[in-house]
């Protein structure tokens, strides 16, 4: 890759900005955790603008699909007035699972960026991987592990604190 006269790469500008981003799905998610959901926060950028951003809401809302990054996902697509989100990144603290990683397919992102793996229902490269599956009508690049230990971490505290009864 070659750097430009600041001597960053392209590369490196995108690391920084999907680190930057993923500060802000964090924080996000440290929302989620004060009000007693799982903290797993999302957000979605267009043309580097934040468009949406939302945590998990499963509890209080109780509702089985209110995922941080689906929601997230509905919200920039009712800010940008359309359904086809071409030019999206997404951004999560945690790997989707496989209906948010379907909503991906079906909003046509451009992109998503996660934190953690999900081992017991990662759908981006963990245990199934539908961003790249031939048999779907879209692909979409992915970027794992960005801020991966600070978003793991998040989990293990808000669980930690959970089995203490806190």
Known sequence: MDADE???????????????YMRLALAEASRAAEEGEVPIGALV???DEV???AHNRRENDADPSAHAEL?????????????????????????PCLMCAGLMVNARIDRCVYGAPDPKGGA??????VSHD????????????????????QLRAFFRARRRGV
Do not use: K, M
């Not at 929601?71 to 790997?95: D, H, K, N, P």
């Not at 031939?134 to 971490?153: K, M, Q």
């Open 71 to 95: 929601s997230a996902i509905v919200a920039a697509s009712q800010a940008l007035g359309r359904w086809r989100l071409t030019g999206c990144t997404v951004y999560v603290t945690l790997e």
């Open 6 to 20: 600041t001597g960053q790469t392209a590369d490196g500008d995108q690391a920084s900005e999907d680190e930057r």
């Open 45 to 47: 950028v267009c043309d």
């Open 124 to 129: 981006l490269g963990t245990l199934f991987d």
């Open 134 to 153: 031939e048999r779907l009508n879209h692909e979409f690049e992915v970027t794992p592990g960005v801020l991966g230990d600070e978003a793991a971490a």
């Open 51 to 53: 468009v949406a951003s």
